[in-house]
């Protein structure tokens, strides 16, 4: 077919070469910015104090110190690594006197009202410097509280504090001092002098050997542990094992590099890291009060002894706790123990019921996995658009590098967040509910946790499902949760209610469409189930009813139950999560599917809504009817992917070429405007929340940089402006 305008002819003439050039710049950004790190491990203790399930630090003052005295005090000193300059949205539950320092800076105190109701978050900045900020509070010991709960403002943020003394400032958690009377103003120095020990280990404990006091407590009687350490050799070299073992060790097995060893043996080695496993069978005439140790030493053949560090552990504690430990285990077999520790370091350890995780000798201590990339590994629901973008990018790169550079990352990407969940999800029944892994699923309380980025995970799967490992059972888990779990009206549509978050509850928003539907639309061709695709072509009904502005033609942003009315302020993205997902179902759903009429109307409805307010210079407002706020990236992209896949499968009237006009339009302002030469995208709003101003979204809600609410629908947007040029040639 021909083109309508002169115009658009000359600029599909001219852009296929530089779309593909601009995707391939921003695409390549991207990786280059946000590359795989592993995730760090950390040293941690159960005797310290934690994270709750709303993901708060919680000092329970008379549990501690059940004799302070009234009047006595008692400071807590942590510190968090920040990127820049800023401020630390922080919230704090007082169960008494309460007093904050930043940094030597007094950044809060309690007064009589705080102090008088113990369930009243109070929410405040904290500003923090780039690089280490120390905070210390001080609590007082009074008859009617002694503590706080405290930390992030909102439930599943992920911050945490690390120990302020700088020998274990590489684990999570607080120092703290014992109580005192003594009013300390140096911080963090004065403190310091005071702190309680670390947790140790009693001199019993000591005498009992390594394993008895790990696993102290435990049924290890005629079960197997499991130790792992590394070495370095500098050169190759042969290696020999000296061993020792308390009588209560009746077996043991030990693998160099998934290699038996044979005992009086050595080995010849390259140089570089290697692997030391030793699978231990507990006597099972043991009893708690027995001894249970075991010593391994590597010599080398020189008959110099090879330090032996943790393999998981962080630089700055990797050689205070050379081994870890993992158990009891009774019938996970050793082939299956060393097997693993060969594959893959974030999964747990042993078979069937018996998973675990590693332990450390340190009292209560295991190891933690923490996810600190920027980006890569983590799950949320940008970041499942994110990918989105470049999956599609790198198909329309079929068969050349640039192709296989792209999907390789996002499906590395994807096999990292699906390889950790059941790590995660151990990590919260064992720490108490804060995860530093995957924290949005293993307290999945909303679409926003799960839809986005399982729609992409099921998106990648199409084409690498074998390299991605147990995809499925994590697309089981959200479907569970979205088809049988998430709160609901009575007509079936998806709404807020019960959320950490609680600002949400008893709110429609139409963000959600995109939260869900793409993935119930995957999800039915993965179940091949029919069911799931109408209860995703029901949500539209439900929220047109509810958000749908007739007389615009457009959708307000939330639906508020406690007023009962929507805002009536239709904010770009909101609206691009709409269409753009009315048009991920409407490529999925049966040509004779009773619902598809109306869904057809209702779309082509939107598409002349938001032809109608498309601004003079190609790009889409961040207020959609509000001509003074400003450009906004996202929603532009959203429309150029609405239009464009609505032209290509004819379900648009665009006998006049009006919407491939406003495509063209779009993308020109969007290469002009919004991404520069280095593939860097400007103009993206930020994650909102909701108002019934206008003025909050324009004024407030301000346009980022290289923020990921942008990158992959923007991604999209360029693949659709290929797809267009190649329907319309």
Same mark, same amino acid.
């Given at each position: 077919?021909?083109?309508?305008?002169?115009?658009?002819?000359?600029?599909?003439?001219?852009?296929?070469?530089?779309?593909?050039?601009?995707?391939?710049?921003?695409?390549?950004?991207?990786?280059?910015?946000?590359?795989?790190?592993?995730?760090?491990?950390?040293?941690?203790?159960?005797?310290?104090?934690?994270?709750?399930?709303?993901?708060?630090?919680?000092?329970?003052?008379?549990?501690?110190?059940?004799?302070?005295?009234?009047?006595?005090?008692?400071?807590?000193?942590?510190?968090?690594?920040?990127?820049?300059?800023?401020?630390?949205?922080?919230?704090?539950?007082?169960?008494?006197?309460?007093?904050? $320092?930043?940094?030597?800076?007094?950044?809060?105190?309690?007064?009589?009202?705080?102090?008088?109701?113990?369930?009243?978050?109070?929410?405040?900045?904290?500003?923090?410097?780039?690089?280490?900020?120390?905070?210390?509070?001080?609590?007082?010991?009074?008859?009617?509280?002694?503590?706080?709960?405290?930390?992030?403002?909102?439930?599943?943020?992920?911050?945490?504090?690390?120990?302020?003394?700088?020998?274990?400032?590489?684990?999570?958690?607080?120092?703290?001092?014992?109580?005192?009377?003594?009013?300390?103003?140096?911080?963090?120095?004065?403190?310091?002098?005071?702190?309680?020990?670390?947790?140790?280990?009693?001199?019993?404990?000591?005498?009992?050997?390594?394993?008895?006091?790990?696993?102290?407590?435990?049924?290890?009687?005629?079960?197997?542990?499991?130790?792992?350490?590394?070495?370095?050799?500098?050169?190759?070299?042969?290696?020999?094992?000296?061993?020792?073992?308390?009588?209560?060790?009746?077996?043991?097995?030990?693998?160099?590099?998934?290699?038996?060893?044979?005992?009086?043996?050595?080995?010849?080695?390259?140089?570089?890291?290697?692997?030391?496993?030793?699978?231990?069978?507990?006597?099972?005439?043991?009893?708690?009060? *027995?001894?249970? *140790?075991?010593?391994?030493?590597?010599?080398?053949?020189?008959?110099?002894?090879?330090?032996?560090?943790?393999?998981?552990?962080?630089?700055?504690?990797?050689?205070?706790?050379? $081994?870890?430990?993992?158990?009891?285990?009774?019938?996970?077999?050793?082939?299956?123990?060393?097997?693993?520790?060969?594959?893959?370091?974030?999964?747990?350890?042993?078979?069937?019921?018996?998973?675990?995780?590693?332990?450390?000798?340190?009292?209560?201590?295991?190891?933690?996995?923490?996810?600190?990339?920027?980006?890569?590994?983590?799950?949320?629901?940008?970041?499942?658009?994110?990918?989105?973008?470049?999956?599609?990018?790198?198909?329309?790169?079929?068969?050349?590098?640039?192709?296989?550079?792209?999907?390789?990352?996002?499906?590395? @990407?994807?096999?990292?967040?699906?390889?950790?969940?059941?790590?995660?999800?151990?990590?919260?029944?064992?720490?108490?509910?804060?995860?530093?892994?995957?924290?949005?699923?293993?307290?999945?309380?909303? &679409?926003?946790?799960?839809?986005?980025?399982?729609?992409?995970?099921?998106?990648?799967?199409?084409?690498?499902?074998?390299?991605?490992?147990?995809?499925?059972?994590?697309?089981?888990?959200?479907?569970?949760?979205?088809?049988?779990?998430?709160?609901?009206?009575?007509?079936?549509?998806?709404?807020?209610?019960?959320?950490?978050?609680?600002?949400?509850?008893?709110?429609?928003?139409?963000?959600? &469409?995109?939260?869900?539907?793409?993935?119930?639309?995957?999800?039915?061709?993965?179940?091949?189930?029919?069911?799931?695709?109408?209860?995703?072509?029901?949500?539209?009904?439900?929220?047109?009813?509810?958000?749908?502005?007739?007389?615009?033609?457009?959708?307000?942003?939330?639906? *508020?139950?406690?007023?009962?009315?929507?805002?009536?302020?239709?904010?770009?993205?909101?609206?691009?999560?709409?269409?753009?997902?009315?048009?991920?179902?409407?490529?999925?759903?049966?040509?004779? @599917?009773?619902?598809?009429?109306?869904?057809?109307?209702?779309?082509?409805?939107?598409?002349?809504?938001?032809?109608?307010?498309?601004?003079?210079?190609?790009?889409?407002?961040?207020?959609?009817?509000?001509?003074?706020?400003?450009?906004?990236?996202?929603?532009?992209?959203?429309?150029?992917?609405?239009?464009?896949?609505?032209?290509?499968?004819?379900?648009?009237?665009?006998?006049?070429?009006?919407?491939?006009?406003?495509?063209?339009?779009? $993308?020109?302002?969007?290469?002009?405007?919004?991404?520069?030469?280095?593939?860097?995208?400007?103009?993206?709003?930020?994650?909102?929340?909701?108002?019934?101003?206008?003025?909050?979204?324009?004024?407030?809600?301000?346009?980022?940089?290289?923020?990921?609410?942008?990158?992959?629908?923007? &991604?999209?947007?360029?693949?659709?402006?290929?797809?267009?040029?190649?329907?319309?040639?």
């Amino acid at each position: 077919m021909g083109f309508y305008f002169d115009d658009l002819d000359s600029i599909y003439r001219q852009s296929q070469g530089d779309i593909k050039h601009t995707l391939s710049v921003m695409a390549d950004r991207y990786m280059g910015e946000n590359p795989e790190h592993e995730y760090t491990a950390r040293p941690f203790t159960m005797d310290g104090i934690m994270r709750n399930k709303d993901y708060r630090y919680v000092f329970d003052g008379n549990a501690f110190f059940p004799n302070a005295e009234d009047g006595n005090y008692v400071y807590l000193w942590g510190k968090i690594r920040r990127g820049g300059e800023g401020a630390l949205r922080f919230t704090l539950i007082p169960y008494g006197p309460v007093k904050m $320092w930043m940094d030597g800076n007094e950044v809060f105190a309690s007064d009589f009202v705080a102090e008088r109701f113990d369930d009243n978050p109070i929410t405040f900045d904290i500003p923090v410097k780039k690089g280490w900020n120390n905070l210390v509070l001080r609590f007082t010991k009074t008859k009617a509280g002694f503590g706080a709960e405290f930390g992030t403002w909102l439930g599943k943020l992920d911050y945490y504090f690390l120990h302020g003394r700088s020998d274990w400032e590489e684990m999570e958690g607080f120092d703290y001092t014992c109580p005192t009377k003594e009013r300390v103003t140096d911080f963090p120095c004065g403190i310091e002098k005071i702190l309680e020990p670390m947790p140790e280990w009693t001199d019993e404990q000591k005498r009992a050997g390594n394993i008895a006091r790990v696993f102290g407590g435990e049924k290890i009687a005629g079960k197997k542990i499991v130790c792992r350490s590394s070495f370095v050799l500098q050169k190759p070299s042969s290696i020999s094992i000296e061993e020792k073992s308390s009588d209560s060790i009746e077996e043991k097995s030990i693998y160099i590099d998934g290699k038996i060893f044979e005992s009086g043996n050595s080995m010849k080695l390259a140089s570089g890291v290697h692997q030391i496993v030793c699978v231990l069978k507990v006597s099972s005439s043991f009893k708690n009060s *027995d001894s249970a *140790d075991s010593q391994i030493k590597i010599i080398d053949e020189k008959n110099s002894e090879i330090a032996l560090v943790n393999p998981f552990l962080t630089e700055g504690v990797k050689n205070r706790f050379p $081994w870890m430990f993992a158990g009891p285990f009774e019938k996970s077999s050793d082939d299956e123990l060393v097997e693993f520790n060969a594959k893959n370091r974030n999964r747990l350890v042993g078979s069937g019921d018996e998973k675990t995780w590693w332990r450390l000798d340190l009292k209560g201590g295991w190891i933690r996995l923490y996810n600190e990339n920027a980006l890569f590994g983590h799950w949320d629901y940008p970041l499942g658009v994110t990918l989105y973008g470049m999956i599609e990018t790198a198909r329309f790169f079929d068969k050349s590098k640039k192709k296989n550079i792209i999907s390789d990352y996002v499906v590395r @990407h994807v096999k990292k967040a699906v390889g950790t969940l059941e790590y995660a999800l151990f990590d919260k029944a064992r720490f108490g509910g804060a995860t530093a892994v995957h924290h949005l699923l293993t307290s999945i309380d909303s &679409l926003d946790d799960c839809g986005s980025f399982a729609s992409l995970m099921l998106e990648v799967a199409k084409d690498h499902g074998d390299e991605l490992g147990d995809y499925g059972s994590i697309a089981s888990y959200v479907g569970k949760y979205i088809c049988e779990k998430q709160a609901r009206l009575d007509d079936g549509s998806f709404f807020r209610k019960e959320m950490m978050h609680k600002f949400h509850n008893g709110t429609m928003w139409a963000d959600d &469409l995109y939260m869900s539907v793409p993935f119930l639309c995957r999800y039915a061709a993965f179940k091949n189930d029919p069911a799931v695709l109408d209860d995703a072509a029901r949500q539209f009904f439900g929220f047109k009813k509810r958000l749908y502005m007739e007389d615009k033609k457009l959708m307000a942003h939330v639906y *508020d139950f406690r007023r009962n009315m929507n805002t009536g302020i239709p904010w770009g993205r909101g609206n691009g999560w709409t269409i753009f997902s009315l048009t991920e179902l409407l490529l999925v759903l049966p040509e004779n @599917h009773p619902a598809r009429p109306l869904l057809l109307d209702f779309y082509n409805e939107l598409a002349e809504g938001y032809l109608s307010v498309q601004g003079e210079d190609g790009m889409w407002r961040q207020v959609l009817d509000m001509k003074d706020s400003y450009p906004e990236s996202s929603c532009t992209a959203m429309f150029i992917c609405a239009f464009s896949r609505g032209i290509r499968n004819g379900w648009l009237c665009d006998g006049d070429g009006r919407y491939h006009q406003a495509c063209a339009r779009a $993308w020109k302002a969007l290469e002009k405007t919004a991404i520069d030469s280095k593939g860097n995208l400007y103009g993206v709003c930020r994650g909102s929340e909701f108002a019934f101003n206008p003025r909050y979204y324009s004024e407030h809600l301000l346009p980022q940089l290289n923020n990921t609410h942008g990158i992959g629908i923007v &991604l999209l947007a360029g693949v659709e402006m290929l797809r267009l040029e190649e329907y319309s040639a």
